[in-house]
């Protein structure tokens, strides 16, 4: 029995060895690749239902893998999170969107308001706030071209630090965006005292308000409810003209969705036409 149980051990412990040395070298593969410049950001456009413009864009990030080729966030950004690597991730990407605002001007493109996603540990990063102001002054972009997507969860874990940094950024110009919003348990009630701009609709809601007349219920009301506050509205995920039509008659401020384009590469976002006037 003594035997089997030292036998048992040794399995286990293998198993749990080999889990380690993959997530380690996940890790080594994930630094390698900030260094080497491997991570991009693609750009999803973001426009006005009013005048159906294009005013700015979401920065979404891409692994080009050597090997493996264009890699989504969703493969590399938890795996960051739970390696504390997110805060070198987040602030490459944070100098990234600076770099490309910069370039913009330089180029005489039209300004937008390119929207930067960031997690929870970014947020709690006592950094963050000196940081970014460190970037305004580096490129010569001012803060009001740049605006961070801020889950409600993130937002609500630690309200009062939030708070803190939120009114930090919000000094240097930034604008503040809900993501997500409905997906947590938060109300506007509890966002009220949040120096927040804009409030994100989440894809869940919008991918059924055709069909479905509770999210639609939703939607209006969000929408109604945040413009009593002040707030304006974007709803993400807009796939159909349909979606986009009632989004209008909700009086929905900005969309992004597959409709109007997928995130695309620099170059090509730089190309984008922004008068969508056709849909
Ligand atoms: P998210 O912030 O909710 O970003 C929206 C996601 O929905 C993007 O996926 C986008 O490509 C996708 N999307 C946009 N429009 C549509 C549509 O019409 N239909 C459908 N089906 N999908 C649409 P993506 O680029 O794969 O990003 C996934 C998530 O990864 C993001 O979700 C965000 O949470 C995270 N992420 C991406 N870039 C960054 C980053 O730089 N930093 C951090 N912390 N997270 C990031
Ligand atoms: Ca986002
Ligand atoms: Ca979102
Ligand atoms: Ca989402």
Redesign the pocket.
């Known amino acids: 029995a003594k035997h089997r149980g030292k036998n048992q051990f040794i399995l286990f412990t293998d198993a749990m060895q080999k889990k380690l040395m993959e997530h380690h070298q996940e890790e080594l593969a994930l630094a390698k690749a900030i260094k080497n410049h491997q991570l991009v950001l693609?750009f999803?456009p973001q426009f006005d239902l009013e005048v159906s413009k294009v005013i700015g864009a979401?920065?979404?990030?891409r692994w080009i893998h050597p090997q493996k080729g264009l890699v989504?966030?969703?493969q590399f950004?938890p795996l960051a999170e739970q390696s504390g690597q997110?805060l070198e991730?987040?602030n490459y990407?944070i100098r990234k969107s600076f770099e490309y605002l910069r370039s913009r001007f330089d180029l005489g493109l039209p300004p937008i308001l390119l929207h930067?996603?960031?997690?929870s540990l970014?947020l709690s990063d006592l950094n963050l706030v000196p940081f970014v102001k460190e970037m305004i002054d580096l490129y010569k972009v001012p803060g009001h071209y740049i605006g961070f997507?801020i889950t409600e969860t993130t937002l609500l874990t630690d309200l009062e630090h939030a708070k803190k940094t939120l009114n930090g950024l919000k000094a240097l110009g930034i604008c503040i965006a809900i993501?997500?919003f409905g997906t947590g348990f938060s109300s506007l009630g509890q966002l009220k005292n949040l120096p927040v701009d804009l409030i994100k609709i989440d894809?869940s809601f919008v991918m059924d308000l055709e069909n479905d007349p509770d999210d639609k219920m939703i939607v209006e009301a969000i929408i109604a409810m945040a413009h009593k506050l002040d707030t304006q509205v974007i709803a993400?995920?807009?796939?159909s003209h349909g979606q986009l039509q009632m989004l209008r008659d909700f009086k929905c401020d900005l969309g992004?969705?597959?409709?109007i384009s997928?995130?695309i590469p620099e170059a090509e976002f730089n190309r984008f036409d922004e008068d969508i006037t056709p849909l």
């Open positions: 693609y999803q979401e920065a979404l990030v989504f966030p969703d950004i997110i991730l987040g990407v930067i996603n960031l997690s970014q997507e993501d997500d894809r993400e995920g807009i796939e992004q969705g597959y409709l997928r995130p």
